[in-house]
């Protein structure tokens, strides 16, 4: 069983639309990592947190680490926002030479 | 942006060839990682480094093997490809305890 999971696996919404993105693990963490893979394949760090929430923009990211749950959430989409957006953990005492990634959920936001 | 290449960008190479590919920063990180993508796999850990001459190995390093003889440079060598091992090879640098920044990914086939 994978330590991180995501779900949904693949979505598809209008544009415009509030988007909510979740990832569970089951171990310890130091950090949750959200990363966005746009379809040409580059990989963007969007998001490193331990606690709380950040924002950057239109995207926001939460941890709950009692219920070791991560949600990424997208206001306003826009089609540019389509991607996979990938979940990654970093176990706790280690850095992220222990990374363990997500399968990603592939977002497709329709014009 | 973080200065991150890799190169080749594209390889095709025959079972039992050697390869190398090649990660360059210009960002004097200390940390630098080599990470496979395949399709119904989250990224996964090759080997990784955390100084000049300093490596360790990951997830799934057999048949891999890797040198950083300086700072900028980090070389992955297939010393003997295998179907297996065609794959989406992505380099990563970390200042430590921070994000990661992702190199544009090196598409390798084996046939």
């Known amino acids: 069983k994978n330590e991180v999971e995501q779900s949904p696996q693949n979505l598809t919404a209008q544009e415009g639309e509030f988007i909510t993105i979740n990832c569970s693990y089951s171990v310890g963490i130091s950090a949750l990592h959200w990363l966005q893979q746009h379809p040409g394949g580059g990989i963007v760090s969007l998001f490193m947190l331990s606690s709380g929430k950040k924002k950057h923009g239109r995207l926001i990211a939460t941890i709950n680490i009692q219920e070791k749950h991560s949600s990424l959430h997208i206001t306003a989409s826009h089609p540019r926002d389509s991607a996979v957006y990938i979940c990654?953990?970093?176990?706790?005492?280690?850095?992220?030479?222990?990374?363990?990634f997500g399968t990603g959920t592939r977002l497709t936001i329709i014009p | 942006d973080a200065g991150i290449t890799q190169s080749p960008r594209h390889k095709v190479t025959e079972t039992g060839t050697p390869v190398t590919l090649r990660c360059h920063q210009t960002e004097n990180h200390r940390y630098m990682y080599w990470y496979r993508q395949d399709p119904g796999h989250g990224l996964r850990l090759i080997h990784y480094?955390?100084?000049?001459?300093?490596?360790d190995k990951g997830e799934v390093s057999d048949g891999y093997s890797v040198s950083r003889s300086k700072t900028e440079d980090f070389l992955l060598t297939l010393e003997s490809a295998t179907s297996s091992q065609t794959s989406v090879y992505f380099c990563a640098i970390e200042d430590r305890g921070h994000e990661q920044y992702f190199g544009p990914g090196t598409r390798l086939t084996v046939t």
């Open positions: 480094s955390y100084g000049v001459k300093d490596t």
């Open positions: 990654a953990v970093s176990p706790s005492n280690f850095g992220n030479e222990k990374l363990t």
